[in-house]
């Protein structure tokens, strides 16, 4: 099965997502007739390298391995992925290829949209979590100082490949942490602007079991939805001036809380449902949202398995991190709260407000 969608940016920058659950013999006939002509950096995450280099048509000579982690989305790896690049004598006419997860996306990314001042990319997310957010839609960033994605660039892939062959060796927590950025899509759906309802939060609801066995079409068709979102939304507002903030649900207090553990104890699909029941608790006892939408919401998060964190940070410790997010303005913390069924909105919080409902 293959689904195909398009991306369009503006008139002149326009790209095409693949959806597949065909072999590695076909996937790699569709890279090579992509990238024919071109020299490739292959930038590949080192799990990804040592369970799939012998199904990838690639020769060791064109692959830079990443160790694995989000703390390898450092300022050390993005140069040593630009020294590589000037080896193997890549020019503005080549390409930068990501094959692993999001920090193997967002690192190369950002590698191949400074390297001569931009060079084609092209995404293969080998993660649930990449697949279904962080390989489209442009963003590319390392992190520094503690500071997550502090460093980056909005600069699109010229061709995203989607292989659900490669989910059949993701471990149950990277499986996890992928749904949790597909429950968030859930919860923005009515407010992402889609021409039609997609009725994701239904979807899942009614396909849990499947979902959660990998059943491959459930997984195709998961996928798809989220991406006919996130399409909707990043066509619009391209580089985060608006609409595309509401990508954001969970992620404020996620990305503190992996900063604040430095990046070792939650994976980031965690980290953003914690964020999630965080701002669902707010929204209802603030009276955003009813009560009938807030216990619907709970239950589609516990039918996933999903947990509140048991014990959140002290207040003055994790609200240094949440002031050092890059959406904040004038002091003021941005969060997007839930505010009806399936749809959110942007509040921005002081800092006694914060240390309130933390607290």
Not at 119 to 145: M, R
Not at 290 to 314: C, E, I, Q, V, W
Not at 330 to 353: D, Y
Request: proline content about 2%; glycine content about 6%.
């Amino acid at each position: 099965m293959r689904q195909t969608l398009k991306v369009q940016i503006s008139e002149n920058k326009e790209y095409l997502i693949e959806i597949s659950d065909s072999g590695f013999i076909k996937l790699n006939q569709d890279i090579y007739e992509f990238t024919k002509g071109q020299k490739r950096l292959v930038v590949m995450s080192k799990n990804v390298y040592k369970l799939y280099c012998e199904d990838l048509n690639f020769s060791d000579e064109e692959i830079f391995i990443l160790p694995d982690g989000e703390k390898e989305k450092n300022y050390t790896n993005y140069l040593k992925i630009i020294q590589k690049a000037q080896e193997l004598g890549l020019t503005r006419k080549d390409v930068i290829i990501a094959v692993g997860g999001g920090v193997v996306g967002d690192i190369a990314g950002f590698a191949a949209s400074t390297y001569m001042r931009g060079i084609d990319f092209i995404q293969i997310p080998t993660t649930l979590l990449s697949a279904v957010d962080s390989s489209v839609g442009g963003k590319t960033a390392i992190d520094y100082n503690g500071v997550k994605n502090i460093i980056g660039s909005f600069y699109q892939p010229k061709k995203v490949f989607i292989n659900i062959n490669f989910l059949n060796t993701l471990d149950k927590k990277q499986y996890m942490s992928g749904l949790g950025e597909v429950l968030k899509y859930a919860l923005i759906e009515n407010s992402c602007g889609h021409k039609t309802p997609l009725f994701l939060f239904e979807f899942l609801t009614l396909g849990c079991e499947k979902i959660l066995k990998k059943e491959p079409l459930n997984l195709i068709r998961m996928i798809e939805y989220c991406l006919n979102l996130k399409i909707a939304v990043v066509s619009k507002d391209e580089k985060e001036s608006g609409l595309r903030k509401i990508l954001n649900l969970g992620h404020t207090l996620g990305h503190a809380l992996e900063s604040y553990t430095k990046f070792s104890k939650y994976t980031h699909g965690e980290a953003v449902i914690y964020g999630i029941f965080f701002i669902l608790d707010w929204a209802y006892n603030n009276e955003y949202i009813t009560n009938s939408y807030y216990r619907l919401s709970l239950d589609l998060l516990d039918k996933y398995g999903f947990k509140r964190l048991k014990k959140m940070p002290a207040p003055e410790k994790i609200i240094q991190f949440l002031k050092k997010d890059k959406k904040n303005t004038n002091n003021q913390v941005t969060f997007i709260v839930p505010c009806g069924k399936k749809e959110v909105q942007e509040k921005l919080f002081s800092v006694s407000e914060l240390i309130s409902a933390l607290s």
